[in-house]
């Protein structure tokens, strides 16, 4: 799409989505500026596949532009549910080409408060994750960098680190916890 102007810079997301329900192409087009590159980093991270990325991230861009009006704030942030979203397709997409591995991926999700609204707050919010995953034990990130960016289950974590699988499930709800705590508002 293009690049937002000045006007769509300031433009929060509130009234960016406001737009978007009143038709306003242009307000879809500031948001997919604004995001897509973050959304496109995390599917590519899980799916290992450019051209599935990319498809995945029009569809997400595409309900955006359909079901505007059911964002609700008061949730969660805008970048939030769209992670949630392309998190979500990207693994349904994984399960599809496997579907051997049953196992439910770990669901819960660490809801950051930060507006990322803005390139610095971004670029902040950044920081603040790498710096929150550098703090875990070694062990613990790992088992969060196979769930939350390879989408791997409980079982193909336990597999491929050769940890049995309680261990994984203890070592992934401690580090949620930790990193839960790190981001309360």
Request: proline share 4%; hydrophobic share 40%; charged share 25%.
């Amino acid at each position: 799409m293009t690049g937002e102007t000045g006007t769509e810079l300031r433009a929060s997301d509130a009234t960016l989505i406001a737009r978007l329900v009143e038709r306003d192409e242009s307000a879809l087009a500031a948001l997919y500026d604004r995001y897509a590159g973050m959304l496109s980093s995390v599917l590519n991270r899980i799916l290992r596949d450019t051209q599935a990325a990319e498809e995945i991230l029009q569809d997400i861009f595409y309900q955006l532009w359909r079901t505007a009006a059911q964002f609700d704030p008061a949730r969660g942030s805008l970048p939030g549910w769209l992670l949630v979203i392309a998190r979500n397709r990207a693994i349904s997409r994984l399960r599809r080409h496997n579907p051997a591995s049953g196992e439910e991926l770990l669901e819960n999700t660490v809801v950051l408060p930060t507006n990322l609204e803005s390139t610095i707050a971004q670029r902040q919010l950044i920081g603040k994750v790498k710096g929150a995953l550098d703090s875990l034990p070694k062990e613990q990130r790992a088992a969060i960098e196979l769930a939350y960016f390879e989408g791997l289950t409980h079982s193909e974590i336990a597999a491929r680190t050769g940890d049995p699988l309680g261990t994984v499930k203890t070592r992934l709800r401690s580090a949620l916890e930790t990193l839960k705590r790190n981001f309360k508002p």
